[in-house]
């Protein structure tokens, strides 16, 4: 994508540091292209859980991915942002709601998507978030998920790190409580449909990984 496409992106939000971070953003984290690359065939609808300023749904509706998405996200300032950024582009399909993901999840069948946020959760409030997430994909829908995975790398302390530096700057509202093991997702998911895990830091220093669990048609 073009900067000229991020930076019209940027400018849907009404402050300068969410515009700035939302180009910054789309312009470096792979993320969004990933997931993307996952989503670009599918008509499924998706549930996107810890949506934050909602800027994979604008990613998906700037690549053409006109699938219904319904964001989740239990900071209630990024949640009313990101409504006043869908309201400025007038994307249709594409809902936000406040709401914590320990107290369950909304019904739903299709693809899931929880990216950044399972650090945040306790070993087992990450189990019980993957299975309800993972029973609501649809026969040939995913559950993609983005985490930083612990291990004894560099790229783990930085990690670490980065998600202190965020609360301690209000970005994010939790400090980091747990972070996952590759072999976790594995034991976790494996039930539900074939699992990979595969690195997406691209040019950042974070010990990023792309987990993808497809359920079989």
Request: aromatic content about 10%; glycine content about 6%.
């Amino acid at each position: 994508m073009s900067a000229a496409t991020y930076q019209k992106i940027a400018e849907l939000f009404p402050g300068r540091w969410d515009r700035n971070y939302a180009a910054a953003k789309l312009r470096t984290d792979p993320l969004y292209m990933a997931v993307g690359v996952h989503l670009r065939h599918s008509k499924l609808p998706l549930l996107d859980l810890g949506c934050g300023l909602g800027l994979l749904a604008f990613f998906l509706r700037s690549r053409g991915i006109d699938a219904p998405i319904h964001c989740l996200d239990y900071d209630l300032r990024k949640i009313q942002i990101a409504k006043y950024a869908t309201n400025q582009a007038g994307l249709e399909d594409v809902s936000f709601a406040h709401h914590d993901a320990r107290d369950g999840l909304p019904d739903h069948h299709g693809n899931v998507s929880i990216l950044d946020i399972l650090q945040f959760f306790k070993p087992e409030e990450q189990k019980s978030l993957l299975i309800l997430a993972a029973l609501r994909v649809a026969p040939g829908g995913k559950l993609i998920i983005r985490s930083g995975l612990r291990d004894t790398s560099f790229r783990f302390k930085i990690t670490v790190l980065g998600d202190w530096l965020a609360k301690a700057t209000f970005w994010m509202k939790a400090a980091p409580t747990h972070y996952p093991t590759a072999v976790d997702f594995k034991n976790i998911l494996s039930a539900y449909g074939t699992v990979s895990v595969d690195p997406l830091w691209g040019r950042t220093p974070f010990n990023n990984h792309l987990i993808v669990m497809t359920r079989s048609e």
